[in-house]
């Protein structure tokens, strides 16, 4: 017969199971509701960078839709407002944006304008020109004066001219004088006068800038003499720096009275150059090397004391010239001990240092097509043979007694 207390027992074993049945699903609703938590703060997180993204997105297309705003150059300022020089080269008085600071707005500044009333909606900062930018420019050349052969007077002329003004500027000053401002290379075509050019920067460690005249004669007027300008300027802040202008003869020939506009847009070009090597901007550490082959054709202003204040001369090499380059280009070249550059350089009479190179050039590609490990006298004669037909010197006769 059960107690009272087992019945009691009996009783209360129910409730306890419920107890914790009830706790247990307690417990799994807060976790439930944790994660559900959890997961709602990353949707809200997600919703929030989505939002962000289509914001930016939103604003690419607000841009894109934007029209095209027009580059331009300002000339002046008034009370009316600014003269501008459009990128086509049109002068407009127009308004500014009010927002603006006025120290920004100053004569030269580059500005962009609105398409539809050319109004000024911003100032934009200095950029040099993709030509000045994308002109050559060599930290140090990697030519010296060991692979310019046949050219031992040119380049002592050259580095006096140029080096002297980089490595004893505190002699000039205790003599009182003023170091050369450029050079002129006169000579025909393939003669070394850029070998020359660079290997005068690559002795004085300066910063050397190359392009062709032709390139700074433009379309639209004054964009010529602005390129001259952003040149200079970019040299000046590079210094030291040497400034190599090849075929000067494009915009440097003489002035004469009757031109058509485009001549006249080209002398606009030499009187920015003209002004720049001899104007109230010292060029200080900035040396200008130019080059032509038609001397006769130049204005008589660029070759005056005081712009190029040396004129050096590059003629086609003589024998012991032409030796010279020889030697220079075979160097690193595995050529027959039976072939005697001697005997070449005595042949090649009236060739160009680049002849010459494309000689040697021409007889390694023939060794190199047959398999050999050397330049034999077969290849330089094959060589020479193409050279000289093609620059209509006539056929080398097989028996020259070029080798032994």
């Known amino acids: 017969m059960a107690t009272g207390s087992d019945a009691h027992r009996q009783e209360d074993s129910p409730n306890t199971s419920s107890v914790s049945n009830l706790q247990s699903e307690i417990k799994g609703l807060t976790e439930t509701a944790q994660q559900l938590l959890t997961d709602k703060l ?99 050349p990697s030519v010296t004066f060991d692979d310019v052969g046949g050219l031992e007077e040119q380049i002592i002329q050259i580095r006096e001219a140029v080096e002297l003004s980089f490595t004893n500027r505190d002699d000039f000053e205790r003599f009182s004088i003023d170091p050369p401002k450029g050079v002129l290379l006169t000579g025909p075509p393939g003669t070394g006068k850029t070998m020359l050019a660079k290997a005068v920067a690559n002795s004085t460690n300066a910063v050397f800038l190359g392009l062709v005249a032709s390139e700074l004669a433009q379309k639209y007027i004054g964009e010529g003499g602005r390129l001259v300008r952003e040149i200079f300027d970019l040299a000046r802040k590079r210094a030291p720096a040497i400034v190599f202008i090849d075929e000067l003869d494009a915009i440097g020939s003489k002035r004469l009275d009757s031109a058509t506009s485009g001549d006249r847009e080209v002398q606009r070009t030499l009187m920015q150059l003209l002004s720049e090597l001899d104007g109230f901007a010292p060029l200080e550490d900035v040396k200008i090397i130019a080059a032509t082959n038609r001397p006769e054709l130049l204005d008589n202003a660029l070759l005056r004391p005081g712009r190029f204040d040396r004129i050096v001369e590059i003629p086609l090499p003589d024998e012991d010239g032409r030796l010279s380059i020889l030697k220079v280009h075979t160097k690193n070249t595995p050529i027959s001990g039976r072939i005697k550059l001697e005997e070449i350089a005595s042949k090649t009479d009236g060739f160009s240092g680049a002849e010459l190179k494309s000689l040697v050039v021409e007889a390694g590609v023939s060794a190199i097509s047959k398999g050999n490990k050397k330049i034999t006298k077969s290849d330089f004669l094959n060589s020479l043979e193409k050279l000289t037909l093609n620059s209509e010197k006539g056929r080398i006769d097989n028996s020259s007694g070029l080798y032994d």
């Open 42 to 140: 990353l949707l809200e997180s997600e919703i929030s960078q989505v939002k962000k993204r289509a914001s930016r997105l939103e604003e690419e297309v607000r841009n894109l839709r934007t029209p095209p705003m027009v580059i331009g150059h300002i000339q002046d300022l008034t009370d009316e407002g600014a003269i501008v020089r459009s990128s086509n080269g049109t002068v407009f008085l127009v308004s500014i944006n009010p927002r603006i600071e006025d120290s920004l707005l100053i004569p030269g500044a580059r500005v962009a304008l609105n398409q539809d009333n050319l109004s000024v909606i911003e100032v934009l900062s200095d950029s040099w020109d993709p030509l000045v930018v994308t002109s050559e420019i060599i930290e140090k």
